[in-house]
């Protein structure tokens, strides 16, 4: 397996056409409007130069990748960090002081292993995560294949995506796994009635993370920042023992995807009130895994 974890920026076509045109539709500051076009074309310029080698697009296959596609490190981010100030933010931090225990991708890690360090100034790699969440992503061929195969046709959005990339229109997508806190059950469906078979380990797994739920005494803004950890562990160890195929897999990423986000709130817990309402939160969600899978 290869060990090299690089998370940086997939580049992007940008569409340059019209611009005076569109900067008097949207009654926008041309001046303004020409320093945001500079940001985003010195955005892709720094991806393209420092990026491209280790997250190019142009690989035939999974097997090929020594990092991840930067479509699916933006579906995951999006998943945790909404807004862009977040998603910029969340990225710069994690490219300057990349460690595993900080690491939101932790599948993708166990993978390729923690990036090294690099050596960036801040500002740059401010302008690349803004070009990232303000832009579509352009793919390899073999992406989206791969992508259903593993977690099913779930979340296949990019997320946002104002600009135009390799023949792709605008877009506003979800993310990878963002399924919404209440509206999941609704996606969830039956083996003609009866509960889906899941594999032993994967049951273990949810039972394991109840426990732990049950069983934390979290009296701390820090602890739990401590259990989200433990919590995401538990789950990658789910994801990596899962041998289920077809629609019952389907359904558990499903079940999965949304229950990564609720854990994944835990990080920005602020207060012990907070903290429990999100694992209140968690532990319902978990509580209906009974009701679709034995």
Sequence with gaps: MKNIYIVMLVPFFIASCNKKSENKESNLDPIAANETA???????????????????VTSKSHDEIIAPPMVA???????????KDDFVNAVVNWSKDPKDENALMRGAVQQFKVMPKQVFKEDDLKKIAAYIYDNEIERPEWFEAHFKEEHGAV????????????????G????????????????????????????????????????ILNNDK???????????????NEITTIFDKCTMKGASHDNLHTFLLPLINKVDKLKGTNSVDQGKMISSNISSHLNEYKNFFN
């Design 73 to 83: 490190v933006k579906r995951r981010y999006l998943m945790t960090y909404t807004s």
């Design 155 to 170: 979340g296949m959005g990019q997320g946002r995506g104002k600009g135009k990339s390799q023949g792709q229109g605008k």
């Design 38 to 56: 500079i940001d985003q074309s010195e955005g892709y310029t720094l991806f393209k130069n420092n990026c491209y080698v280790c997250h190019s």
């Design 218 to 232: 979290s009296k701390s803004v820090e602890d739990f920042k401590n259990l989200e950890k433990t919590l995401s």
């Design 172 to 211: 506003r997508g979800n993310g990878m796994g963002m399924q919404g806190q209440n509206n999941w059950i609704q996606k969830m469906s039956l083996n003609d009635g009866k509960k889906w078979e899941a594999n032993i380990e994967t049951t273990h797994g949810i039972e394991k993370l109840i426990t």
